[in-house]
């Protein structure tokens, strides 16, 4: 057996190494500086969400319409969250949501005309700031090494099922507390 299958049987977490930590935290850190900025620049330039142009984006480069499931599988949101998304999109006329011919079970997500001009609309605005915050610091060789290594990780973490394929966790009533912790 090896250590790490022994360290899992017993239930204990080998803790991170100061450079592993450091690193978790100096990632995160940058996702979360890129993407508030994205979602400034969407909202004041497209009134939109973040999660609403990932939506725009995956149809807009689509070969064809989407399943909800295919949308939900590409972006990290929760299904309710990625219903009520498409729902306001929808609304919005930007995109358009129907019965799927070659399944009776799913939901086909098209883009329209107007979410396709939208989203031509915000487009150079978010390549230039994702250029000025992302890009600008990093050397040709730099960008190259980001994307083998992000690609990695991203090839990793789908390797597990998609979200879209986890049994969906049902609410249970919370047990009620004996008499006597009652008091």
């Not at 090494?145 to 049902?170: C, E, F, N, W, Y």
């Amino acid at each position: 057996m090896t250590d790490h299958a022994s360290a899992a049987d017993t239930g204990h977490v080998q803790p991170l190494e100061p450079r592993q930590l450091e690193a978790y935290f100096v990632l995160l850190e940058a996702v979360s500086l890129l993407q508030h900025a994205v979602e400034q620049h969407l909202r004041a330039e497209g009134d939109i969400s973040y999660v609403q142009f990932q939506l725009l984006a995956r149809l807009f480069h689509a070969p064809g319409p989407l399943t909800m499931t295919q949308l939900a599988d590409g972006v990290v949101y929760s299904r309710s969250g990625l219903t009520y998304q498409a729902g306001l999109l929808e609304k919005a006329g930007l995109i358009t949501r129907g019965p799927c011919p070659d399944d009776e079970r799913a939901t086909r997500v098209t883009l329209t005309d107007a979410g396709r001009d939208l989203f031509h609309h915000v487009l150079p605005g978010h390549v230039r700031l994702s250029r000025r915050l992302l890009f600008d610091p990093l050397s040709d060789d730099d960008v190259d090494h980001l994307g083998d290594i992000m690609t990695r990780v991203r090839d990793h973490m789908r390797a597990q099922p998609p979200r879209s394929a986890a049994p969906r966790k049902r609410r249970t009533a919370t047990p009620a507390l004996p008499a006597e912790a009652a008091t």
